[in-house]
T-cell receptor, first 117, second 112 residues
Framework: GAVVSQHPSRVICKSGTSVKIECRSL??????MFWYRQFPKKSLMLMAT?????????EQGVEKDKFLINHASLTLSTLTVTSAHPEDSSFYIC?????????????FGPGTRLLVL | QKEVEQNSGPLSVPEGAIASLNCTYS??????FFWYRQYSGKSPELIMS????GDKEDGRFTAQLNKASQYVSLLIRDSQPSDSATYLC????????????FGSGTRLLVRP
């Protein structure tokens, strides 16, 4: 149980284009999903908290107009990197918090490697 | 600034030994504590959660929490080469956002 998928697993795009990453909870519902990015040999950096049916909450320093988050259902959240630049190249990981949990337990997706040329 | 501190390592132990991983946190209001394992190139995998002072055991893993000292640890008994990974400590419960604050991780290397 508690499986989270991400699609695509890897994407290469040209500078200036937009990339959409999907995060799905496969066997549970999640009112809250989180988006992280991770640079090589660094820890996870929380970008934003995605709540179903409401606007995402972005962490300080994360541009909401550049990283668009939509949480349209209890099993799907999407992150769109708009006008991507090479410095956006990173490992993007989502996590999902099951609706029937009382704490902060999160299950992670397998991640998406983004390379912007 | 809420912080979670871990020694980056690498911590090197021989196969069969006990590996001890430590973590300290700055926010006294923290209520929940998690250990995740992350293999190179992969996403984190939840190993254990702990909410109360004391020890919590699950198979070869034991999590220890001391809220007075703001300290949480993970013991891995009978370490195996397959345990070689980066172990991330995460702390939550500071507010109603359900966010976790992650440490930078400790790299564990189990020598055959």
């Amino acid at each position: 149980g508690a499986v989270v998928s991400q699609h695509p697993s890897r994407v290469i795009c040209k500078s200036g284009t937009s990339v959409k990453i999907e995060c799905r909870s496969l066997d549970f519902q999640a009112t809250t999903m989180f988006w992280y990015r991770q640079f090589p040999k660094k820890s996870l950096m929380l970008m934003a908290t995605s709540n179903e049916g409401s606007k995402a909450t972005y962490e300080q320093g994360v541009e909401k107009d550049k990283f668009l988050i939509n949480h349209a259902s209890l099993t799907l959240s999407t992150l769109t990197v708009t006008s991507a630049h090479p410095e956006d190249s990173s490992f993007y990981i989502c996590s999902a918090r099951p609706v029937d949990t009382s704490g902060e337990t999160q299950y992670f997706g397998p991640g998406t490697r983004l390379l912007v040329l | 600034q809420k912080e979670v501190e871990q020694n980056s390592g690498p911590l090197s132990v021989p196969e069969g030994a006990i590996a001890s991983l430590n973590c300290t946190y700055s926010d006294r209001g923290s209520q929940s504590f998690f250990w995740y394992r992350q293999y190179s190139g992969k996403s984190p995998e939840l190993i254990m959660s702990i909410y109360s002072n004391g020890d919590k055991e699950d198979g070869r893993f034991t999590a220890q929490l001391n809220k007075a000292s703001q300290y949480v640890s993970l013991l891995i008994r009978d370490s195996q080469p397959s345990d070689s990974a980066t172990y991330l400590c995460a702390v939550g419960g500071m507010d109603s956002s359900y966010k976790l604050i992650f440490g930078s991780g400790t790299r564990l290397l189990v020598r055959p």
